[in-house]
C-alpha cells in the first residue's frame, strides 16, 4: 500500500510518496497526483521517494507519465530522495528527472 501526501515548494507541487508502489498502488497514485496538477498547475512537480520502500515497473509508468503531464503544461518533473534500490531501476529504465 502507498500513500501520497502534498506540499509547495518555491516553484511549484511536491508529491511525498511512501509505501510500495505496484500496480495497483501506482493507479490510484496517478489519479491523486492529476487531481493536484490540475488544480494546481504547478511550473515543476516534485516526486519525493525518500519513504518508498519498494517499486516495481508500475512506478517508472508513473514518472514517465507524470513527466509528460508536465511537459504538456510547460513544466518540469524533478524525482528526488529516491532509496538506493529504485535508483538502480531508475539507472536501469534510464530515467533520470532531476
Known amino acids: 500500500m502507498s500513500n501520497v501526501r502534498f506540499g509547495d515548494s518555491s516553484d511549484g507541487l511536491v508529491a ?3 509505501g510500495e508502489i505496484d500496480h495497483h498502488s ?10 493536484q496538477l490540475q488544480n494546481a498547475l504547478p511550473r515543476t512537480l516534485t516526486l519525493d521517494f525518500a519513504g518508498v520502500s519498494f517499486m516495481d515497473s508500475s512506478g517508472i509508468g508513473l514518472i514517465l ?5 508536465m511537459s ?3 513544466g518540469r518533473l524533478v524525482v ?3 532509496p538506493r534500490q529504485i535508483q538502480k531501476m531508475l539507472d536501469l529504465a534510464r530515467v533520470s528527472y532531476i
Open 80 to 82: 528526488q530522495h529516491p
Open 72 to 74: 504538456a503544461l510547460d
Open 65 to 69: 507519465g507524470r513527466a509528460r503531464r
Open 26 to 35: 501506482a493507479q490510484q497514485l496517478r489519479m491523486e497526483i492529476d487531481a
Open 16 to 18: 511525498y510518496l511512501s
